[in-house]
């Protein structure tokens, strides 16, 4: 699918594509695109574009560079704000001041960026502000992400530090911390692509005063943003080692109770020991009381130590 859009008083207008002739597009945002819409493009502006097997390579070289008048740059943006949120590759081409944008998935920050400009007149002037603008939104997307992910772990210390957490509840809280550390990670990746793509084009001395400008507050944001994730990270690892604390706890409870019954359980043991030997000179053996001694002496050697246990609350 293609989207054109144009300028017109200032917004950005979707254009379809026998319009072009007569209004000159600015930017086009290529989702998921057919071989009939790559030959269309290719004929209608004379460039080629990337396919999803090359947009892979993770070395600067093959991700941001300048070839034939044109500008290359290749980013992630993320899918979504939720846990299992993944990180979409988006190819930009940047070619006689029309810039391309070609992607696999249809992205939720994309869609909201073209709402955004159609309100906001004088937002974009050209296609450079296009692309510098959706960096922009990028950062604030991530912004966003993260205090979800700060929402999500206040509600779980919540959980962890006021009450006492069983082992199933335990295991939940885990892999709620999981997801919280894998969401902040692909985040902080992500602001880390994008400093990277800023400062590519920061270097590329195409950008205007205004440009420069604006790009230079979005590497502001995205330091501020670093300093919150490695805070996240930080307050994850706190979660997690309480969490793991209380699941110590729970099992050396479990130990304990066994420590306790094997000690209590020792005496009516040694009792049994004793007489259950064969000697012929063992006066108790004749004795009509015998067996109901033993078996008193061994159910009190059970029951005085349990209940020492229970006034020190080793039981507890």
């Known amino acids: 699918m293609i989207n054109i859009f144009t300028l017109d008083h200032g917004r950005l207008v979707n254009i379809k594509p026998e319009e072009i002739a007569s209004r000159k597009p600015v930017w086009l945002d290529i989702s998921e695109p057919s071989d009939e819409e ?11 574009l990337p396919h999803p097997e090359h947009l892979r390579d993770i070395e600067a070289s093959a ?32 070619s006689r001041n029309v810039l391309f944008s070609v992607h696999d998935e249809d992205l939720p920050l994309f869609q909201l960026f073209r709402q955004r400009t159609q309100g ?28 979800e992910v700060y929402a999500e772990l206040g509600s779980i210390g919540g959980s962890v530090l006021n ?12 892999a709620s911390i999981a997801h919280s550390e894998y969401l902040n990670g692909r985040i902080r990746r992500n602001l880390m ?12 001395k195409l950008l205007k005063p205004n440009q420069l400008d604006e790009a230079r507050q979005i590497m502001q944001d995205i330091d501020s943003l670093d300093g919150h994730t490695a805070f996240l990270f930080d307050k994850i690892n ?9 699941i110590n706890i729970n099992q050396n409870k479990v130990v304990r109770l066994f420590s306790v019954a094997a000690v209590a359980l ?4 040694l009792i049994a020991s004793i007489y259950g030997m064969n000697f012929k000179n063992m006066p108790e053996l004749q004795w009509e009381y015998g067996e109901a001694f033993a078996l008193m ?9 349990f209940w020492m246990f229970h006034r020190k609350g080793w039981l507890k």
């Open 266 to 269: 020792l005496p009516p043991t």
């Open 297 to 305: 002496l061994m159910a009190l050697s059970v029951a005085i130590p």
């Open 63 to 94: 991700r941001f560079y300048e070839e034939n008048d044109e500008l290359h740059v290749r980013s992630d943006f993320l899918r979504g704000k939720e846990i299992d949120s993944r990180s979409v590759i988006v190819a930009f081409v940047l």
């Open 163 to 174: 009450s006492t957490l069983g082992d199933k509840a335990a295991a939940e809280v885990l």
């Open 38 to 48: 790559r030959a269309w493009v290719n004929a209608t502006f004379s460039i080629t």
């Open 193 to 204: 692509d994008t400093r990277r793509a800023i400062s590519f084009l920061m270097r590329s």
């Open 120 to 147: 906001h007149p004088n937002l974009v002037e050209d296609s450079l502000d296009v692309l510098i603008e959706l960096y922009g939104s990028d950062v604030e997307f991530s912004a966003d992400a993260l205090e």
């Open 238 to 246: 706190f979660l997690m080692n309480t969490t793991v604390g209380f």
